[in-house]
Structures are given as C-alpha cells and as structure tokens.
C-alpha cells in the first residue's frame, strides 16, 4: 500500500507550524494529535477511528509519513492531562500550556475563516483527542479493505 492510497492528514495551516508537526512525527517526539470536533462537524466528515491510516502531508502538499491511529476519543478540553499534552510533541510542559497554544489555534483566522465565525472555546469544548504511531505504509492494514 502506497501512500497514495491512504485518507491524507494536515497539520495546522501550511508553513512552519506544520513543518514542526511533521518533523515531530518523524523524530518520535509526536504521538498524538488533537482537533476541535466543531472542524469536523462544519465539514461533514467522519470522525477518525483507531486503526484507520493516513498520510500525513507536508507544507508543500507531498506524503511525509504514514500514521495509524492507535485510539480516538471526543473529549472536553478541561479533560486533556499532562501526558497527553506531552505526547502532542509541541515541547507543552503541562495541559495547561497545551490549551493555551489550542486556544490560540481554534480561535485563528484560519479557523475562523473556516467555520465562518470564530469558535467559543472553553472547558467543555469537545476535541477529538487522537493518539497514533507512525507505520510502514507498505504493511497492509487490517482495519481497511485491500484493493485488488
């Protein structure tokens, strides 16, 4: 399975911030990933699942890495730990820093533009909390079809 195959995965908004993302994947520091379920809402898409894979792209839209979602929840906020907020790989101390930075990011002109408003944010906004691994993307994956 090539990367080609797979549901693609960006990271913030192109540029540097992204760039940091995908490095942090590619060095092991980052093993999870958090988005504001109203995004997923507002574009009517699935909410991932454990076992799917997605290639993760880079600033200049190519497949960087392979990721395979190791556990997916909907959480509030205020329910995000310190060890969640480490494994985002962003170099967050504490939960505390981590919802900072994600305030900051959900309430972004991006986002905003986005959503057509910008979001409240708050203790009980529902994030869609992700953890993963990178993967071979040449390994087939039991929790998708093959295609023949």
Known sequence: MEHDDLPTLELA???????????????????????????????????????????????????????????????????????????????YADAAQWRTAHEEFFRSEGVS???GRTPAIGDDTLVVAQRFRVADPTTPNPARPQRS
């Open 13 to 91: 908004f192109p540029g540097p911030e992204r760039d940091r993302g995908v490095a942090a994947i590619l060095s092991g520091d980052k093993t999870a990933l958090t988005g504001l379920l109203e995004i997923y809402e507002h574009a009517r898409e699935a909410l991932p699942t454990a076992g799917q894979r997605f290639s993760v792209l880079d600033s200049a839209g190519r497949p960087a890495v392979t990721i395979e979602l190791l556990d997916v929840q909907v959480v509030a906020m205020k329910e995000i730990d310190d060890d969640f907020a480490r494994a985002e790989g962003r170099g």
């Open 113 to 115: 533009a986005f959503l």
